[in-house]
């Protein structure tokens, strides 16, 4: 008999939700094999300490797209998480659900089963939270998954509140409550474990206390190559791990959470996808699935910058005898800079005037340029970044070659749809209306993107959006779920891969459309939820 019932393909924020609950809620023996290492540092732990390693492939696999004819030929990089505990390892651990509107659309895609409503959902939030702020029907405070406001809120905060208010936006006390659109603190994964306020990214909340439960087995630097299928059934996986292929076997099912790029080129090198692509490539086809690789969405985002006349925000806080007295401020009293990500506040509005929010729009208390762009130095300043919430265009994820150590094709479509284009335009009409409002108007001096000049010219600001677009780290929906009727489906509600028995997915590439807000907090809702599909089965 196999020592698994459960074999999990990576080891992110949905598979750790996963895998705690089917050890300690169920009772089943469960292997994760996740690519990456089996802990970050201690840097990663404070919740700064993420924006050391934003350019760095420690702990993120940066992924090229393909070039972009719409975008003058550019080619974003997409990084995704490393580690175990996946994205919630590595991100700025924005806590965000989305819309209710969001799931409801799921279950009126699925026939309006129930089964991923919001209502059904809710739970699958609450039921992991430990909130520091808010108890209620909207928010749990008994799961392990720590949830928090930043140790410390910037001045620049707080004008960003004021201004927006300043132009109408209500303020809004909880994204997560009753309404999503207004300004307001964001609340983030993160709080105090121990002595000090750290990152509860998803392998300290939910692999952690299981250290000791043999019924879980984790393998660490381990790429998982291949998916056993026997027979039209889901055997087990086949990983390579220092040079050596090893072949591992379920007992009851195989699950897929290694994220939506890897997700779906896992998928595609096992022989489940689109038959011409795999055999364009040399690959047997297992099952021929069109919808494998396609329904790619990413939240992407574009900058406007402006400096201030004085000092402000965070700028030269993480260099020099600052960061020496800020790290001091952390170990010694568990406050100061080092306790907040930097990313405070944002605000939820659509341009065009509706109830429901189109547009994320951060406040960073920071100058932060890409040097692709503009030479500018960076300093004191402000950075809003204008996140559209519900792209319209498509992308798609395809092998590179039959090589499981090469990575896949990433085609983003930023921009795919003009629509999307339109809609972050408008945004940036916006955030420069926040720059020309009290508090804000008498501190700003220059604006250093796009410029006036630029954003009274519409090819010009279309060009500048094309030169400047990049992604918000929210990739979803290469394996989308969707009613046995729709042949681009490649899950069923249930989570099961289409003709294939002993497979499900269990993470982020199974949405049929992104919701609006950041990914994390949905990839452990739909872990818990897939939990509770596997335990009814059994």
């Not at 909880?174 to 105090?192: A, E, K, P, S």
């Not at 990214?201 to 190559?225: E, H, N, Q, S, Y």
């Not at 294939?500 to 049929?512: F, H, K």
Request: proline share 6%; net charge negative.
């Amino acid at each position: 008999m196999p020592d698994y019932d459960f074999v999990i393909a990576g080891g992110g924020s949905a598979a750790s939700v996963a895998a705690m609950r089917l050890v300690s809620e169920f009772g089943f023996r469960v292997l994760i094999i996740e690519r990456g290492p089996a802990t970050t540092n201690r840097v990663m732990a404070m919740p700064a300490g993420y924006m050391k390693y934003l350019a760095r492939d420690d702990f993120l696999e940066m992924h090229k797209t393909v070039p972009q004819p719409q975008l003058g030929g550019r080619a974003p990089i997409v990084p995704v998480g490393k580690a175990l505990g996946g994205g919630s390892a590595v991100n700025a651990m924005v806590y965000m659900r989305g819309q209710a509107e969001d799931y409801d659309g799921w279950a009126a895609g699925l026939g309006n089963t129930g089964e991923w409503s919001y209502r059904d959902m809710l739970p699958h939030f609450t039921g992991i939270e430990a909130n520091s702020r808010f108890n209620d029907q909207y928010h749990g405070i008994s799961g392990n998954l720590r949830v928090s406001e930043p140790g410390q809120i910037s001045p620049t905060t707080e004008d960003f509140l004021l201004a927006a208010q300043g132009l109408g936006h209500a303020f809004n006390p909880d994204f997560n409550g009753v309404r999503q659109n207004g300004v307001g603190i964001m609340q983030h994964t993160y709080g105090q474990w121990g002595r000090y306020k750290e990152r509860s990214d998803a392998k300290k909340a939910f692999l952690d206390p299981l250290k000791d439960d043999g019924r879980l087995t984790i393998i660490t630097g381990a790429r998982v190559d291949r998916i056993v299928v026997e027979n039209g059934h889901a055997r087990g996986l086949v990983y390579e791990k220092d040079g050596q292929q090893n072949t591992v076997h379920a007992e009851r099912e195989v699950l897929v959470g290694s994220g939506t790029y890897n997700s779906a080129k896992l998928m595609l090198l096992s022989g489940i996808g689109p038959a011409d692509h795999l055999r364009q490539h040399g690959i047997d086809v297992v099952a021929d699935i069109a919808g494998v690789g396609q329904n790619l969405q990413d939240h992407h985002e574009v900058p406007v910058i402006a400096t201030t006349r004085g000092p402000s925000g965070y700028f030269g806080q993480d260099k020099g005898w600052n960061m020496v007295r800020n790290g001091l401020q952390y170990l010694l009293f568990n406050s100061g800079p080092v306790t907040t990500t930097g990313i405070e506040a944002c605000l939820f509005f659509d341009p065009d005037g509706g109830e429901r929010p189109t547009i994320q729009l951060y406040c960073a208390p920071i100058v932060y340029l890409d040097r692709d762009v503009s030479a500018a130095e960076p300093t004191w300043g402000v950075t809003f970044t204008s996140c559209l919430l519900r792209p319209k265009a498509r992308g798609s994820v395809t092998l590179r070659s039959a090589d499981p150590g090469d990575q896949p094709l990433v085609n983003c479509n930023f921009f795919g749809d003009p629509d999307d284009l339109r809609l972050t335009i408008a945004a940036l009409h916006t955030a420069r209306k926040l720059l020309a409002t009290e508090p804000f108007k008498s501190k700003i001096a220059d604006e250093l993107l796009p410029g006036a000049g630029v954003i009274e010219d519409q090819a010009a600001l279309e060009r500048y959006c094309g030169q400047t677009v990049k992604t918000n780290y929210h990739p979803v929906g290469t394996l989308r779920m969707g009613v046995d009727s729709d042949p681009t489906a490649v899950v069923g509600p249930d989570l099961k891969v289409r003709g294939i028995t002993g497979l499900r997915v269990i993470d982020c590439s199974i949405m049929p459309q992104i919701v609006s807000g950041n990914t994390n907090a949905p990839a452990m809702a739909i872990g818990s939820k897939a939990a509770s599909l596997i335990a009814a089965d059994y």
